[in-house]
Every structure is written in structure tokens, then in C-alpha cells.
């Protein structure tokens, strides 16, 4: 019987039927659903872990102690986990281990295009990519079976069109396979020089053998349909160009390494061979380097999605559709009653520099909060204000960063811990919204709950930072904006390191709200400061400004900014 199933839950599922036994993964936009769905398996543990190099070493240590395991996370992600996950090349396996990573092309929520290809390529580990949900279930089990047959870790690449796309599937049963021997054996798993020289041997001739196999492997294939073009391929780019275009396909399955001599076969069919591939000129480099003639980059570009529309116009000349409709302008914005607006409001009222991170709180540089200077990667928002106080900036002096509660844990307190040893004058702002937000309401070690919801020791932030030695931790009611501000100008002139903690949960964790505030035109006096929060609830309309029921949650926040007593419950 076939079901209609999301590509991120085919992943779970092919890890599922393969006999997969622990998953461990961070989540990040667009791999957050493959965990979220692996964890309604019985049979498979699941954790949300505090950031992906531990998911990473937790799943090597499952696959070590025998049984297969998978760690999920997004492109950047890798980077954190790349620690790990190169010396697991060298170390290999016991039981299968794969980790699936998810590009964002035209980076739909991401702050770079990042090419994940290219760790697979570093760090001597093959890496599979399905174009439908159905491949997924499938290559998810031949990775394990590469995994074990080749002693490697695999990647399983995976792009946000096909993560986030919907095709038809058959399932099949789960395969229980029992745990395999763990065996000591310390020149294989005890990564000191000598033993790493010998096992980067064991990975030239594994890749070798490797890239000898690829060649006869029916997950990569050729469709002849013209000897006039043909096109080299993979994932979501594949379905494109079957539709634009009448021109033979070599469908990439593996994606590293490539099977050069099918490949090389392939191309002596057609008359020109073109290479289309998202992002970087990852497959066309290597095609040239082995004297494959091709090209594609010089018209397709690095940067961005493809879609049908596109390769047509880029193939044909064929212009892409133009819609007749004007749509207005939709940025994105935090919910109403977000507890991350008013401490950007205060902040810029403030006229305070503010190192950011990666989070909704990001939304907070957009107008009309204006109030990021920085965003650059999860947990950099604490060393680069530490950066700009050593440098002697004039702006450090009216600095604060700005981080979640869940990307602290996954990567701040390390810049937290820094900036105490190395005597820093600045003040970190927790936004503690008691949930990981971003990627869809995760729960991570602060808000007391494992990924199925079980009751866990919940991490104290206040704590915490004391023990890093923080001189001066402060909580505040994230909608007290009198208190905030006044607990930010003290903090700010304190020297030392200090922290501040604005505790609010997530508007949208709670579904019951009060009666939604209104305004009383007659007191209104349409100064509009109540506009300055950027609250979506909040319209400005001809004559005057409203609250629109249907958004407000009544989080009573314009209520403190109107000095006219206008706004009410």
C-alpha cells in the first residue's frame, strides 16, 4: 500500500526498517522533523542533544558499542560536529553509523549557502542523496549497509526542497538486529599518532575500493532519452531537469565518491555533457580533474534554488512565468506577545551595540526594532562582544550580546566561560523563552523534558553562570519593560561580567490567552508610539492605529508604551 509521505519522515523511516537504535541530533531548519519523527519509534532511543558535535559522538559511541546509530542536523551544523566526525573516518565502525545532514539552498533560514559536499569529499566519507521520499526510505538502508560493509560513517545529504517535498512510498517492516559484539581493539578506536597513521591508510585503500564500487552500484544510473544532451545530476535537481528537459540523465545516487568510469561511459553517448548542480561546482571540478569534458556552471550559477522555470530559461530561453499580481511585502516577523521584543525595544531605546545570535531573536536587526549590529553563527554573539571589549572599541562600553537559552547551552557557555578567564567588561542577555523556538518548539536540557516529553533534570541557567563565575546574574520578567530597562543601565556600567536573564515563555507555548487588549480612541492621541514594538497585532490604519483581536494574546507590553492610558484589557 502506498502512502504519501514527507521526505524527513521517509528518512525516519528508513532508519526505522534498517534497525537503527539510537538517534541523536540538534535541531536545525530543514532537518529538525526526521528526529521528531524517528522519536515516535518505540524501538529507537531518541535525544535532542545540546549541540551537534555531542550527537555526533554520541551515535559514534552507539555505533561502537554495536548498534546503529544516526545523528541529524543542518549544513552549519557539520561544522560544529566536524571535530568528531573526521576522526571517525579514521576509526570507523562497529555497527553502521550515518549522519544526515540538510543543505538550504537560497537559504531559506540559514545565514550562509554552505555546500556540505565538500566535508564528504575532506573528511573521506561517502555520502548518499535521495530525490524523493521513496529513495530516501531506500538509501537510508543501503547507507547502513555501506556504513558496515566499508567500516565508514556515511553521509546522507539531503536539500530543503526535497526534505520539505511530499511523494508516494511503500514501507516495510522493521529489521531488529541484535547488538554486535563490541571487541577492544584500541589500534582501531584510540585515535593517538600512531595508531592514526595506520587507519589513514585503512581510508585511502577503503575510498579506493570504494570509488572502484560506486561504478557498478544501480543507485547511480544513466536514462538515455537523446544522444544530443546529456546532463550529470542529483536530489531535487534531478526531478527538475526530467521535466525541462528531453535530454539523457546520469542520476547521481552517491554523491561522493563519483563513479567516474560510468560517468565517463555515459558522456561518450551524447554529444555535450552538462553538469547542473545547486550550489558549488562540486561535481563538475571533480568531472574536469578526470578529464571528462563538460560544463554548467558558466550559465546555471552558484548561488540559489533551481527549479523547472529556471533551467528552462537557462536551457532554452524560455522566460519564466511573470504573475499579474502585485503582492505586498512580507517579511518576516516575531509572534505577537514574542518575549524577545520588548528587550530589542529597550535596547534600541537604549541606543546600545548588540552582538546577536542565531535564534527568532534574530529578527530583532529587521525594522522597526533595528537593534542587531551582529549575527554570525550559534553562540558567537558572546565572544564577539568579549572581541570588541579587548580591542578597545568605543562601542563595547554600550554593548550588550544577545543569545537564546538554547543556543547557550548549544555553544555559549564556552564564550561565557572565556570571557570571565580573560577579564572582560560586558553583559550577556539571555532570552530564556523555555523552548528551543526557531526550528518549531524542541525542548532542550532547560525546560525540564526529553524529546518524547518525559520529565528530565532541567538545567539552572542562574546556576550555571555563577559557577563560570559570573559576578552579577539578574532575572527579569521579559514584559516588565521599566524593570528591563532599568536592569540593563545598571548591568551595563557594572564591570566584570554580567548576565541578565529575560524570562518570558514563547507566546505560543501557551494557547489560552486573556481577552485581547483594545484602544480607546477617544484617549488615543495617534502619536503611534505603540508602533515602535513592531507587534503584528498592532495596525496602523487611516486615522489611528487598532489591535487586531485575532493576534493580540494580551501580553500587555504596548499597554506600558502608551503614556495615554489608551490602550486597555
Excluded at 195 to 208: K, Q, S, Y
Aim: glycine share 8%; charged share 20%.
Amino acid at each position: 500500500m502506498k502512502k504519501l509521505m514527507l521526505t524527513n519522515e521517509a528518512v525516519a523511516r528508513g532508519a526505522y526498517e534498517a534497525g537503527v537504535k539510537v538517534v541523536s541530533s540538534y535541531p536545525g531548519t530543514p532537518s529538525t522533523e526526521i528526529t521528531e519523527f524517528a522519536a515516535k519509534y518505540p524501538e529507537i532511543y531518541c535525544e535532542w542533544a545540546p549541540n551537534e558535535k555531542v550527537a555526533v559522538e554520541v551515535a559514534i559511541g552507539a555505533s561502537i558499542g554495536g548498534g546503529r546509530a544516526l545523528a541529524c542536523m543542518k549544513h552549519v551544523g557539520v561544522n560544529v560536529a566536524a571535530d568528531p566526525l573526521f576522526t571517525a573516518a579514521y576509526t570507523g565502525v562497529n555497527a553502521g553509523l550515518v549522519i544526515a545532514v540538510a543543505d538550504d539552498p537560497a537559504m531559506h533560514s540559514s545565514q550562509n549557502e554552505q555546500d556540505s559536499r565538500f566535508y564528504a569529499r575532506a573528511a573521506h566519507i561517502p555520502m548518499l542523496e535521495p530525490a524523493d521520499s521513496q529513495e530516501a526510505i531506500e538509501f537510508m538502508k543501503l547507507a547502513y549497509r555501506i556504513s558496515e560493509e566499508y567500516d565508514t560513517p556515511v553521509f546522507f545529504r539531503l536539500t530543503t526542497r526535497i526534505a520539505h517535498s511530499q511523494s508516494f512510498v511503500v514501507t516495510s517492516e522493521r529489521e531488529e538486529r541484535p547488538l554486535k559484539e563490541y571487541k577492544k581493539d584500541a589500534m582501531k578506536y584510540v585515535m593517538m599518532p600512531a595508531m592514526a597513521r595506520a587507519r589513514h591508510l585503512a581510508v585511502e585503500a577503503r575510498e579506493a575500493r570504494l570509488a572502484s564500487d560506486v561504478n557498478r552500484m544501480g543507485v547511480n544510473r544513466a536514462e538515455i532519452r537523446s544522444s544530443k544532451l546529456g546532463i550529470v545530476c542529483s536530489g531535487a535537481v534531478y526531478q527538475y531537469v526530467k521535466e525541462a528537459t528531453d535530454a539523457s540523465v546520469f542520476k547521481l545516487g552517491i554523491v561522493y565518491p563519483l563513479p567516474m568510469e560510468a560517468i565517463r561511459k555515459f558522456a561518450e553517448q551524447v554529444d555535450e555533457l552538462m553538469v547542473i548542480e545547486e550550489l558549488e561546482p562540486f561535481f563538475e571540478d571533480q568531472l574536469k580533474a578526470n578529464g571528462i569534458a563538460c560544463h554548467g556552471k558558466e550559465i546555471f550559477g552558484r548561488q540559489g534554488e533551481y527549479s523547472v522555470a529556471f533551467i528552462r530559461e537557462k536551457l532554452y530561453g524560455i522566460p519564466s512565468p511573470k504573475s499579474t499580481l502585485t503582492l505586498p511585502a512580507r517579511p518576516p516577523v516575531m509572534c505577537a506577545g514574542c518575549p524577545h521584543r520588548g528587550v530589542f525595544y529597550i535596547l534600541n531605546k537604549l541606543r546600545l551595540a548588540v552582538s546577536g545570535d542565531i535564534g527568532c531573536y534574530t529578527l530583532g536587526a529587521l525594522a522597526p526594532l533595528n537593534a542587531l549590529d551582529t549575527c554570525i553563527c550559534m553562540g558567537a554573539s558572546v565572544g564577539v562582544s568579549h572581541g570588541f571589549d579587548k580591542v578597545g572599541s568605543p562601542a563595547a562600553k554600550k554593548m550588550v550580546s544577545v543569545i537564546g537559552d538554547s543556543t547557550f547551552i548549544h555553544s555559549g557557555i564556552t564564550g561565557i566561560i572565556n570571557a570571565v578567564y580573560n577579564q572582560s567588561d560586558i553583559t550577556c542577555i539571555i532570552l530564556d523563552n523555555s523552548i528551543t523556538g526557531m526550528t518549531g518548539h524542541q525542548d532542550n536540557p532547560a525546560t525540564g523534558r526529553t524529546i518524547k516529553g518525559e520529565p528530565a533534570y532541567k538545567l539552572n541557567l542562574e546556576a550555571l553562570l555563577k559557577s563560570c563565575g559570573v559576578g552579577s546574574v539578574r532575572v527579569v520578567d521579559a514584559y516588565d519593560l521599566v524593570e528591563l530597562e532599568r536592569v540593563i543601565k545598571e548591568e551595563v556600567e557594572r564591570p566584570g561580567v554580567s548576565a541578565i536573564i529575560a524570562r518570558r515563555p514563547c507566546a505560543l507555548l501557551n494557547k489560552k490567552y486573556p481577552p485581547a487588549l483594545h484602544i480607546e480612541q477617544e484617549k488615543c492621541m495617534k502619536c503611534k508610539s505603540c508602533l515602535r514594538i513592531g507587534c503584528p497585532a498592532i495596525e496602523s490604519i487611516e486615522g489611528g492605529v487598532r489591535i487586531n483581536p485575532e493576534l493580540c494574546v494580551a501580553c500587555g507590553v504596548c499597554e506600558t508604551l502608551c503614556k495615554f492610558g489608551a490602550i486597555v484589557g
